[in-house]
């Protein structure tokens, strides 16, 4: 069993910067493969930014560039930098982990970015 608890979301200006925070606990030594997704409103659930067992990152082409996943294992606690945001980054942004193939998710952090 693994949990995940977010922080860090906020309301920020059109080419501000936020960093995203979640704290996973309980069986972590097993997970291989970290990621953020988003779902803005009316629409589905999309991938963001994900980091492999290896510490290969890759991002979706609307924040290549901008944002940044990382990890602290020391602190159980995986990271998202996003700088440069745009008000269509406007989103619910969840943090998950695969973790001996099942999926888990945090609640989700609001971030609204105006224009």
């Known amino acids: 069993q693994v949990n995940l608890v977010e922080s860090g979301g906020g309301l920020v200006q059109a080419g501000g910067s936020l960093r995203l925070s979640c704290v996973v606990s309980?069986?972590?030594?097993?997970?291989?493969?970290i990621g953020w997704f988003r779902q803005a409103p009316g629409k589905q659930r999309e991938w963001v930014a994900g980091?492999?067992?290896?510490?290969?990152?890759n991002y979706a082409d609307s924040v290549k560039g901008r944002f940044t996943i990382s990890r602290d294992n020391a602190k159980n606690t995986m990271y998202l930098q996003m700088n440069s945001l745009k008000p269509e980054d406007t989103a619910v942004y969840y943090c998950?982990?695969?973790?001996?193939?099942?999926?888990?998710w945090g609640q989700g952090t609001q971030v609204t970015v105006s224009s």
């Open positions: 998950n982990v695969i973790n001996v193939g099942v999926n888990y």
């Open positions: 980091m492999g067992s290896s510490g290969i990152t």
């Open positions: 309980g069986s972590t030594f097993t997970i291989n493969i």
